[in-house]
């Protein structure tokens, strides 16, 4: 039996163009157990930017270069039922399953709700989710991730749980001391979401820089460009 890729089998990673799902793709190509044959990304068609991350589509596509993944975007308007959202995303993962696709790698660290919504979606057409960084804790994960080389920025702040200008920030040592107590540092309750320039999971740097931040929907988004 070949020990290639084509052993393995299928799998795509839900991509979020953030920290966690990074370092779950990280996590997955180090254990080798699956052919990570995609990245699997939501998009607000309406903005063209990632939902809620909020960061620009050129910038996913560029970051994904770098990371050697293909791209398999699930377009939603905004706003956006759920009726929309779980039908679309219904469609594209018919399409992962008609590419031979078994299993989709997940990001997510400790809300159980949402892994046993995704379980809940996933097992009726036969696709089994795996999550390499579940249960890690997170303070002690942000600092592996950035001991580890990743270069990430806050792309969207929750207002109810951050000021405004934590957006844009970089993710580093001196954001994680910044964060006021209750605040996890990974922004797993949704305090924040990051988008990754650089890291391990990355064949090389997407070159970003802030742009301005605007309010919206009670969150503040930093606009992160190409640089020049």
Partial sequence: MSNGSSARPKALIAWSSGKDSAWALH?????????IVGALTTVTDTFGRVSIHGVREELLKAQLIAAGLPATIVRIPYPCSNEIYEARMAAAMQDAIAAGVTHVIFGDLFLRDIRDYREARLKPIGVTPVFPV??????ALARTMIAGGVEAYLATVDLKKLPASFAGRRFDQE???????G????????EFHTFVAAGPMMQGRVAV????TV???GCAYADLVMAN
């Fill in 27 to 35: 996590l997955a190509r180090l254990a080798g157990d699956y052919d």
């Fill in 134 to 139: 579940w249960e890690m804790p997170t303070d």
């Fill in 175 to 181: 954001l994680l001391a910044d964060l006021p107590a």
């Fill in 183 to 190: 605040i996890d540092p990974c922004g797993e309750n949704g």
């Fill in 209 to 212: 820089r802030v742009g301005e």
């Fill in 215 to 217: 309010e919206r929907d």
